[in-house]
C-alpha cells in the first residue's frame, strides 16, 4: 500500500487528535481523583506543619486518613459491620498498629523476612490509640468496627504514633461510623523549660519529658501518656494545658473538612429499654440490699463480690418468675445498671467510700526487703488486698535485650536495654480460675508502664543488665502503681545505686452530667489509691508515678467523653500529696540502696590486655574463654583492643576465675625486653621475605624481613648463608602500635659495636644465681 503526502497529513493529525484526547482524558481523571481528596494542613504554633487528607487511597473503607509530618506517612483506614452481632453487650473495637519496614527501606531480618507478629511496640502504640476513640462512641454502639494503621513512609526525625491517632480521628470523622469526634493527639516534650510541641527524635533523646495529649473540643482531656525525667508538677501542668491547646488546631481543621465532606453517619439503635415496671420491680427488690452492702466497711473484695452476685441471682429469679416473658440477660442488664447507680449515689451521699474511707486516704501499706537469700534482691509490697511480689536479677552486659532496627528508631537510636520490667497477672490473683499462657495486651501495658516509672531513677553508667519481675499476688486495684512501689524497694535491696525511691498512685473520678456535656460538670469526686470496684464503675483511672521530686509517669484513661483541664490539675495534686506519703511509709523498710554486700551478688572487674596477648587469654578458637565460663561462671566481654569486662555471679567465682587467667597470661608470658635492647634470636624458618625467629622459647616466631638483615639489599636471605637454627644477633624496637608485632632489626647492628647482648630473662639469672650463692 503506498501512502501519499496527503495520506500521511491526515495520519498524523488524527494521531495527533487522539494523543491530545488521551491526556486530557488523563487530566480529567486526576482531577477528579484529586477533588475527592480533600486535604488540610494544620499549623502549630511553633512553625511546624501537619498535614491531613483523605479520598484518594483504599476508598472502599469506611472511612480512610493520611497524616503527614516531615517524610513520615501513615493511613489509617475504619470499616465498621453493618449491624451488631445479636446479644453482645459491649463495643468490639480492635485496632491494628504496624511498624513496617518496607517503609523505611529496610527488609526484616527474620527467617521468614517479612514482618510477623506484632512487637512489643505495636501493641502500645494500637493502646494508644485505643485509649484515645474509645471514650467518644456511642453507648449503644455495638458494631464490630477495626482500625488498620499502614505505615505508607517512615523517616528517623518523627514518631508515626500521633500521626496515627489523628490519621484514625479523621477518618472516623469523615465516615458514616457513629462517632463523636473529632479528637486531635500531639507529643509534648520539655527542654530547658521550654514546651516542645511534636519534637523530633533528636529533640526528644535531650527532653525532659515524652508526653502524648489527646484531646476533644473545648479543651477536654481524652487521654494521656507519658514519661519524663523526674518532671516538676508546674512544668507537667504547663505541658499539658499547652498540649490540649494545640490540640484544638487538628480539631479545628478535621471539623471544617468533616462539614464540606463528611458522610451521614448510621442511626444507633438504642439497647432495648425494659418496661418500667420491670426497672421498678429490680430496684426495688435490690436497692437497700445493694446499699446496705456497698456501706458495709467489713467487706472485702471477694465477701463483696459474692454478696452482690448472690442479690444478682435473687432479683434475676424473683423478677424472671413474676415476668416469664422478660429474657434473663436483660434483667441481669437492669440490674447492673442499678447496681453501678447505688454506687455512684452512695460516693455523693455518704462523702465516703465503700471500705469506709474518705477521698484522699490510702489503704493500709506494708513492706518487706531481702525475702530470700539467693535473691539479688527481692521485696513484698501489699497496699489493701493489692500484693505483689517484685524479685530482681543482676546478670552480664551481654544480657541486654538487643533491639531491632525498627524499634531502635522507635526508642529514639537505643540499641540494647538493660533494664527491663517484666509484669505477670497470674489468675489467681482475683480468685479465678484461667489459663496461663502467651503475653497478653494488658500485661504488657501494665509493665511497660511500671518500667517507665523506674527507668528515670536508675543510673546510666551501671556495670549490670538489671531484669525486674513483678508478680502480682492479689489483685485489687492499680497493680501496675504497685509494681513501681514494690520493683523500687526490690532495686535498693539489690544495692542498685538508684537516684531516689519512686512510688505510683491511682487516682479516680466519679462525675455527674447530662446530655454528654462533660464540659461543665454538675458535680464529680475524685479518689485517690481506687479499688477495682471504683475503677470499674468510676469514670477515669488516673496512674501516676514519680520520685518525691517529681513525676516519672502518667497515664489517664477515661470513660467519658472527655474532662476539664481543672479536674485534671486536681488530680495531679491528690497525686503528688499521696506519692509523699507512699514514699514515707516505703522508707521504713528501706530509705537508700544497700550499702553492704550481699554474698549472691555478681562481680564485675576491668581486665587490661596487651593488644598481643589477647590471643593468648582468649585462646584457640575461644577455648580459653569457654573454658571459664564453664568452670567458673564468669564470663569475659571485649570492652576495646586491650580492655576486657570480667562478670562473674559471685566473689568466689571471680577469684576462681582469676587464678585460670593468671595461669594462661603465666604461662605464656612474655619477659620485658628492652626498647633498643641487642638479644640473640634463633631462626626457625627461611622464607622469601626474611626469616622467622623467636628470642625466647615460648615466643611465637617474629618475622625478620629482608629489608632489616643486611645493609645490602637482598632478594633471599640464603644468599647471607643463614641457615634454620643459627643464632643471630638482633635489636629491639618495640612493637608496633596496630598489629603488635616485634620490630626488629639486624643491619643496624653492622658496623662499630655500639652495645652488648642483653639477657631477656633477667629474673631467671637473678634466681641462678641467687641459688648459687647458697
Known amino acids: 500500500m503506498i501512502f501519499t503526502r496527503k495520506t500521511w497529513k ?282 446496705e452492702i456497698f456501706q458495709d466497711e467489713q467487706h472485702d473484695k471477694l465477701s463483696r463480690d459474692m454478696a452482690v452476685n448472690d442479690v444478682r441471682a435473687n432479683v434475676i429469679d424473683k423478677v424472671w418468675s413474676s415476668y416469664p416473658d422478660i429474657e434473663p440477660a436483660a434483667i441481669g442488664e437492669e440490674f447492673n445498671r442499678t447496681c453501678r447507680l447505688i454506687f455512684r449515689e452512695l460516693i455523693f451521699e455518704r462523702n465516703r467510700r465503700c471500705d469506709g474511707r474518705d477521698y484522699d486516704s490510702l489503704r493500709n501499706i506494708n513492706c518487706q526487703v531481702d525475702m530470700y537469700k539467693p535473691l539479688h534482691g527481692s521485696a513484698l509490697f501489699q497496699r489493701g488486698q493489692t500484693q505483689v511480689f517484685c524479685t530482681v536479677s543482676l546478670d552480664s552486659p551481654e544480657s541486654a535485650m538487643k533491639l531491632d532496627t525498627l524499634a531502635a528508631l522507635e526508642s529514639g537510636g537505643l540499641k540494647a536495654k538493660n533494664f527491663m520490667l517484666h509484669y505477670e497477672f497470674p489468675p489467681y490473683a482475683t480468685g479465678e480460675v484461667g489459663r496461663i499462657g502467651p503475653l497478653g495486651r494488658r500485661e504488657l501495658g501494665h509493665g511497660a508502664l511500671a518500667e517507665r516509672s523506674l527507668v528515670p531513677t536508675l543510673p546510666h553508667d551501671y556495670p549490670f543488665t538489671v531484669r525486674l519481675t513483678s508478680e502480682v499476688l492479689e489483685s485489687n486495684g492499680s497493680s501496675s502503681m504497685a509494681s513501681v512501689c514494690g520493683g523500687s524497694l526490690a532495686l535498693m535491696d539489690a544495692g542498685v545505686p538508684v537516684t531516689a525511691p519512686a512510688a505510683g498512685v491511682a487516682i479516680g473520678l466519679v462525675t455527674k452530667y447530662e446530655n454528654d456535656d462533660t464540659k461543665h460538670l454538675q458535680d464529680y469526686r475524685i479518689l485517690t489509691d481506687i479499688l477495682g470496684i471504683e475503677d470499674y464503675m468510676g469514670d477515669m483511672d488516673m496512674k501516676v508515678a514519680g520520685t518525691r521530686k517529681g513525676f516519672t509517669a502518667i497515664q489517664a484513661d477515661l470513660k467519658i467523653p472527655g474532662i476539664p483541664l481543672k479536674v485534671v490539675m486536681e488530680s495531679l495534686q491528690k497525686a503528688t500529696d499521696a506519692k509523699s506519703k507512699i514514699l514515707d511509709i516505703m522508707g521504713e523498710a528501706i530509705r537508700e540502696p544497700r550499702k553492704y554486700r550481699k554474698e549472691c551478688w555478681p562481680v564485675s572487674e576491668n581486665l587490661s590486655v596487651e593488644p598481643h596477648q589477647r590471643s593468648q587469654l582468649i585462646g584457640p578458637s575461644g577455648l580459653h574463654m569457654k573454658r571459664i565460663y564453664l568452670e567458673t561462671g564468669a564470663s569475659l566481654t571485649p570492652a576495646d583492643d586491650s580492655n576486657f569486662t570480667v562478670f562473674a555471679p559471685s566473689q568466689a567465682a571471680m577469684d576462681e576465675a582469676k587464678e585460670l587467667i593468671d595461669g594462661y597470661m603465666q604461662k605464656e608470658r612474655v619477659p620485658d625486653l628492652e626498647f633498643g635492647g641487642i638479644y640473640s634470636a634463633k631462626i626457625t624458618e627461611l622464607r622469601d621475605t626474611g626469616v622467622m625467629v623467636i628470642l625466647y622459647p615460648s615466643m611465637p616466631p617474629a618475622l625478620l624481613h629482608n629489608s632489616q638483615l643486611d645493609q645490602r639489599k637482598i632478594a633471599h636471605p640464603s644468599v647471607l648463608g643463614l641457615e634454620v637454627g643459627q643464632d643471630i644477633q638482633v635489636k629491639y624496637f618495640g612493637r608496633d602500635p596496630v598489629s603488635g608485632f616485634m620490630r626488629l632489626s639486624r643491619k643496624v647492628l653492622q658496623g662499630p659495636a655500639i652495645g652488648i647482648t642483653r639477657s631477656h630473662n633477667k629474673v631467671a639469672a637473678a634466681d641462678e644465681s641467687s641459688s648459687s650463692s647458697s
Open 10 to 291: 491526515l495520519l498524523n493529525n488524527r494521531l495527533k487528535c487522539l494523543a491530545i484526547a488521551r491526556l486530557n482524558d488523563r487530566r480529567c481523571l486526576q482531577s477528579s481523583v484529586h477533588s475527592d481528596a480533600p486535604t488540610v494542613e494544620v499549623n502549630f504554633s511553633n512553625g511546624r506543619n501537619m498535614t491531613i487528607s483523605s479520598g484518594k487511597l483504599a476508598r472502599f473503607a469506611n472511612g480512610t486518613a493520611v497524616c503527614q509530618m516531615g517524610d513520615t506517612a501513615v493511613m489509617v483506614t475504619a470499616v465498621a459491620k453493618a449491624k451488631p452481632t445479636p446479644g453482645q453487650n459491649f463495643m468490639p473495637l480492635v485496632v491494628d498498629y504496624r511498624l513496617k519496614n518496607a517503609a523505611s527501606g529496610r527488609i526484616p531480618m527474620n527467617f521468614m523476612r517479612r514482618e510477623l507478629g506484632p512487637s512489643e511496640k505495636e501493641i502500645l502504640s494500637a493502646r494508644l490509640i485505643d485509649r484515645s476513640l474509645r471514650p467518644l462512641f456511642n453507648k449503644d454502639y455495638r458494631n464490630e468496627t477495626q482500625l488498620v494503621c499502614n505505615m505508607l513512609a517512615m523517616d528517623a526525625v518523627h514518631s508515626p504514633d500521633v500521626l496515627a491517632i489523628n490519621a484514625a480521628s479523621m477518618a472516623l470523622s469523615l465516615s458514616d461510623i457513629p462517632w463523636n469526634g473529632p479528637i486531635g493527639a500531639v507529643r509534648v516534650g520539655l527542654c530547658d523549660g521550654e514546651v516542645l510541641i511534636n519534637p523530633t527524635r533528636r529533640e526528644l533523646q535531650s527532653s525532659q519529658l515524652d508526653l502524648v495529649v489527646s484531646a476533644t473540643k473545648q479543651n477536654l482531656v481524652v487521654m494521656l501518656e507519658g514519661k519524663g525525667n523526674v518532671v516538676l508538677m508546674q512544668d507537667l501542668l504547663k505541658a499539658i494545658k499547652q498540649g490540649t491547646r494545640e490540640a484544638q488546631f487538628i480539631i479545628h481543621e478535621i471539623e471544617r473538612l468533616q462539614k464540606s465532606y463528611g458522610r451521614q453517619k448510621r442511626t444507633v439503635d438504642a439497647m432495648p429499654e425494659p418496661e418500667p415496671e420491670i426497672v421498678q420491680a429490680v430496684r426495688s427488690m435490690c436497692e437497700m440490699r445493694l446499699r
